[in-house]
């Protein structure tokens, strides 16, 4: 099963499975967890899967945090929730990531997004805040997404039953970077403008400025930006 799909600045695709894996247009190279060794792969079970602009590759896994990966030298480093270290990840399952044009990595799990300072090894959280309106909508991130305009948009809501997300949970968010706060664009059964579903898992701007939004139960629309 793949999960996840890049390419990275010389061109390699990456991409996630059972384990990493690098085409180079005519061979496969594997990385694979072992378990007598520390700065191999964190997990075989790759939820997500990302190209840095500096050339590192990073990896969301199912349940073991996210790895950074220098394919120079072949070497891991992994990142993991520590319930003591409340500046660690904020969650092991991470299903989404992006570097933005400022070159801030931003991670998104299935408990929330993180903001990632590489420099201290530190994680800024942004989580649902129960009657906060301007907190993230529902901490299971799908995707993460900056428009031309540099802003951050970020799709949230499973729509698998195993994830423990409700029906009605999800949403598309828009993040304002200097207040840390949210817009939310939700489902509104009174309003056929509004999303078919909460269920976001693709977003994207194309060569024209559309900007298109994907959800579960048959949703794709075009979104008008300056109203909503």
């Known amino acids: 099963l793949l999960r996840g799909l890049t390419q990275d600045k010389q061109g390699y695709i990456w991409f996630g499975g059972t384990g990493v894996f690098r085409y180079d247009g005519y061979q496969v190279k594997t990385y694979k967890n072992d378990p007598s060794n520390s700065n191999s792969l964190g997990s075989n079970t790759i939820e997500s899967i990302y190209a840095g602009k500096n050339g590192i590759i990073w990896i969301g896994t199912k349940g073991y945090g996210l790895d950074r990966l220098d394919p120079s030298t072949g070497i891991f480093t992994h990142y993991r929730k520590d319930v003591i270290q409340k500046s660690s990840l904020i969650h092991n399952k991470v299903t989404a990531i992006f570097e933005d044009h400022d070159g801030v990595l931003w991670v998104g799990t299935h408990g929330g997004l993180d903001r990632f300072d590489e420099r201290t090894g530190n994680f800024i959280h942004y989580t649902n805040i129960p009657g906060d309106s301007s907190s993230l909508s529902c901490n299971q991130v799908r995707t993460i997404y900056e428009d031309r305009q540099g802003t951050l948009w970020v799709g949230t809501g499973s729509p698998f ?68």
Do not use: C, Y
């Open 161 to 228: 039953n195993n994830d423990d997300s409700g029906p009605d949970e999800g949403g598309l968010n828009r993040l304002d970077k200097r207040t840390g706060k949210f817009s939310r664009f939700m489902h509104d059964p009174k309003d056929p403008q509004s999303l078919i579903n909460n269920k976001v898992g693709a977003i994207f701007e194309d060569s024209r400025g559309v900007f298109w939004v994907g959800t579960a139960d048959d949703g794709l629309h075009t979104m008008d930006r300056n109203n909503g």
